[in-house]
């Protein structure tokens, strides 16, 4: 059961990377495939935020160093991302930077709590 798992998650992850590299170099064939509207995404958003906040209480909860670990370098990849974004636009950006650097610093500390 392990070893299907694992095929799984990388069946995801290679689907995932296909679609970010899909919207980065053709962001309305992107959209159009994973069917979302830009006038929607506020909404989409809150949901993301969501499910990343249930991840963040599920691995605390059981103690999960390793899925805290996940999570917050993909916290960090999100935040500082969003601040290389809004910085080239001329857009407010600190915030982001702020929580992405802390979300990396934190994911490089959970690598201490892992056997």
Avoid: C
């Avoid at 799984?8 to 509207?37: D, M």
Wanted: cysteine-free; overall charge positive; glycine content about 8%.
């Amino acid at each position: 059961m392990q070893t299907l798992l694992t095929w799984i998650g990388w069946i995801v992850a290679l689907l995932l990377l296909a679609t970010t590299l899909l919207l980065a170099f053709n962001k309305e064939s992107g959209l159009k495939l994973i069917q979302h509207r830009v006038e929607m995404l506020p909404q989409a958003m809150l949901v993301r935020y969501a499910g990343l906040a249930v991840l963040a209480l599920i691995a605390s909860w059981f103690g999960a160093p390793r899925v805290l670990f996940g999570l917050l370098t993909a916290i960090a990849v999100i935040g500082l991302g969003d601040a290389f974004i809004y910085r080239r636009a001329g857009h407010p950006f600190w915030l982001h930077l702020v929580v992405g650097g802390a979300a990396a610093i934190a994911a490089f500390l959970s690598l201490f709590a892992m056997n």
